[in-house]
């Protein structure tokens, strides 16, 4: 397992406190925010006293100083020369609320030093989940959860003198870089990840190994959930959760896509290294296109809370899909209905720490469920990095908040098509109120003059009667 590190750059007298790691403080990085995975990042450590008692937990609790900054370019304007990563400690609040606060405050990164009345050493952090409270998808920034011996080190450091670390993400590194992902074919957030990262799945199509694996759980026969249908059977043996409470889809209903799912990958998988190369010792590499197509649309297709049945998440829907993309339905049917309980065994066996995780190489990966961030850790884990990822992987600016869906400008060739558009709507719009104006002037002029002729004809009238 790798772990997020801290590595001590300056003062040296600090260096030499962490001389066993060569400098380093390993820590359990938080299953939310955005990680520098691949870049190795230099920061100076902030850290400022709890002021009211809350434990860091508020925002007019501490004060950190603002970021180093240095006078840059003709026009002299300041730019941050290291990241502020801020310390803060643990305790009173959730970690969301504590990196949260961090960040509103400025802060780069966040590393939260264990509480005082803990007894967990920097080995102990290997084990220990930094959980998001449910509020973490807006932190777009890293944090690490160090021991609080190592802490307290770099707390006391920090009061006396400037600290530089370095913050590192390293992966365990192979020329193939594996994939597992735990997911539920009933649910949104994972349907929605896998759509944004199946592009990138094609382009490293050659050089990772995907995995995809289901949450599955017993339950006690005897508990009346098991006939709520959240299981296969009453045995609860292999049970699913609900993916819309109250509605038509049940566990069951999930057990089964997700059966029909492992068979779709197994059933499409293409070789797609060459025989030179595994006899050289390369590994195996597959790709399943077809399942990834199939899961691009099926939620979309399939809607849980869709009215009809044949439109509905469910076999029906599955079978339309699979013929949509070019799966034999019949093979997959016959499939998961020959070896639904090996593989429901195998998933509810070999199950992860949480029912969405993923691992990359064996690593458990820590951060935001998001396509281009796991694509920087994929790439991060090559020993050698490949042409695919120098084409995948921009450079990122560590000193900004990791974007998840950057707001595209309007391009100079779409504003003038726009402008173009609006003229000649303005054209057609003057012709016909032109067209408008003829019709209403001549109308007006014909009531005019019958008006007009009305009026004579009612002169002549009295004329003639006095005649």
Known sequence: LAQGQVKVMTPAWLVHQFTENHGRIEGSTATFGAPFYGDRVL??????????????????????????????????????????????????????????????????????????????????????????????????????????????????????????????????????????????????????????????????????????????????????????????????????????????????????????????????????????????????????????????????????DAEAESHRFGEECSIAVMKQVGINAEEIIQCAMTTKEEKLKHERENPAWSPRAIRINGWRYSGMLNADLITRAVCSGFIHTPKECDALIKPRDVFKPFVLHPVEGVSFGTMLLWLAGTILFGFVCMLLYKRYLKKEMRTTLREEVMLEVQAQMGEYAQLKGHA
Not at 270 to 275: D, M, Q, S
């Open 43 to 304: 920061g100076r450590l902030v850290y400022g006293e709890s002021l009211h008692n809350h434990t860091h937990c508020r925002k007019d609790d501490y004060d950190i100083p603002e970021p180093s900054t240095m006078r840059e370019g003709n026009e002299g304007y300041d730019k941050v020369r290291l990241i502020n990563i801020v310390l803060v400690r643990r305790g009173m609040c959730s970690f969301t609320t504590k990196v949260r606060v961090a960040y509103e405050k400025g802060a780069h990164a966040v590393i939260i030093v264990d509480r005082q009345d803990s007894d967990l050493t920097a080995k102990d952090m290997a084990n220990i989940i930094v959980a998001d409270d449910g509020y973490g998808e807006g932190i777009h920034i890293p944090s690490v959860l160090v021991s609080k011996a190592d802490g307290n080190k770099l707390i006391d450091a920090v009061k006396r003198s400037q600290v530089i670390v370095e913050l590192a993400w390293d992966l365990p590194m192979d020329h193939v870089v594996t994939m597992d992902m735990w997911m539920s074919s009933a649910s949104i957030e994972s349907n929605k990840f896998i759509k944004e990262f199946a592009s990138k799945r094609r382009t490293l199509n050659e050089v990772m190994i995907f995995n995809p694996h289901y949450a599955v759980f017993s339950m006690d026969g005897s508990d009346p959930a098991v006939y709520s249908g959240l299981c296969s059977d009453e045995t609860g043996r292999f049970c699913a959760e609900d993916p819309d409470g109250a509605g038509k889809v049940t566990g069951k209903e999930v057990l089964e896509e997700d059966v029909r799912q492992l068979c779709i990958h197994e059933a499409t998988k293409i070789a797609r290294t060459n025989l030179n190369d595994l006899e050289n010792g390369a590994h195996l590499v597959e790709y399943a296109a077809k399942y990834w197509q199939y899961m691009e649309v099926f939620l979309d297709r399939c809607p849980l």
